[in-house]
């Protein structure tokens, strides 16, 4: 009976701990590390898509800056292409003006060596008493033509960058005032004159007439 009671006893033992062992050995179950892999792949995953994340913003940055500096150089290229454009525009017509105004130059400097190599020509010592009167009126026809056109030329030039070549001008205007002014001054003392001897001259016309009536 006892051999019967220990066996019995000892299966009992047995079947005990084949039901603790489960319990007993928990850090080595397939369930824990299942669950531990799963936490390192995920912690793995979290940090490949910090690292992508941060990827991105650096490329978002480095976008950024691009665009930047893309519309920096846009503001600048069309800043310095109406600048260039306005100043080749100004540069153009000036050259024009320039180009137009040296030209004109050149026919007014024909023109006034023409007069100056006519007027050089004349010689009033060579003139004869017989031919005065006409070599005279030539000559001041040669030196009125010579003034009207180099007056023309100053007003013309009057409001150019060569206005100064011509210094005050023509002295025709001035001295045409002056021989107004002369003229107006004549006959002034003329009619004065006039008018002081006219008894005079009457009183000697009267006596003439007497003598002659003799």
Same mark, same amino acid.
Do not use: Y
């Given at each position: 009976?006892?051999s019967i009671a220990?066996?019995?006893q000892h ?8 039901e ?13 590390e ?5 936490l ?5 995953q979290? &940090?490949q898509l910090?690292q992508?994340?941060?990827?991105v913003?650096?490329?978002r940055?480095?976008l ?7 519309e920096e150089f846009? !503001?600048?290229?069309? &800043? ?8 080749v525009?100004?540069m /153009?017509r000036?050259?024009?003006?320039a180009?137009?105004e040296i ?10 060596? /023409? !007069? %100056?190599e006519?007027?050089n020509? %004349? ?7 017989d031919?005065l009167?006409q /070599?005279l ?8 033509l ?6 023309? =030329?100053?007003? !013309?030039?009057?409001g ?6 011509f210094g005050?001008?023509s ?16 006959l002034t003392m003329?009619k004065?004159?006039? =008018? ?5 001259? %009457?009183?000697g016309?009267?006596?003439l007439?007497?003598?002659l009536l003799?």
């Amino acid at each position: 009976m006892s051999s019967i009671a220990d066996r019995k006893q000892h299966l009992n033992v047995r079947d005990t701990q084949m039901e603790m062992s489960p319990s007993g050995s928990v850090g080595s179950s397939p369930l824990t590390e299942d669950f531990t892999g799963k936490l390192q792949e995920a912690q793995t995953q979290l &940090e490949q898509l910090q690292q992508q994340q941060a990827e991105v913003e650096r490329q978002r940055q480095e976008l950024q800056e691009l665009n930047d500096s893309k519309e920096e150089f846009i !503001h600048g290229q069309v &800043e310095i292409s109406e600048k260039l454009s306005t100043a080749v525009t100004a540069m /153009d017509r000036e050259i024009f003006a320039a180009r137009q105004e040296i030209e004109e130059l050149e026919q007014a400097r024909i023109c006034f060596a /023409d !007069h %100056l190599e006519k007027i050089n020509q %004349l010689n009033p010592d060579g003139w004869n008493n017989d031919s005065l009167r006409q /070599d005279l009126t030539r000559a001041i026809s040669v030196l009125d033509l010579a003034e009207d056109e180099f007056e023309q =030329a100053c007003d !013309h030039f009057s409001g150019g960058r060569s206005a100064s070549i011509f210094g005050g001008g023509s002295s025709k205007s001035k001295r045409s005032s002056s021989n107004v002014a002369a003229d107006s001054e004549f006959l002034t003392m003329f009619k004065n004159g006039l =008018a002081f001897n006219l008894p005079v001259v %009457l009183l000697g016309t009267l006596a003439l007439l007497v003598f002659l009536l003799k």
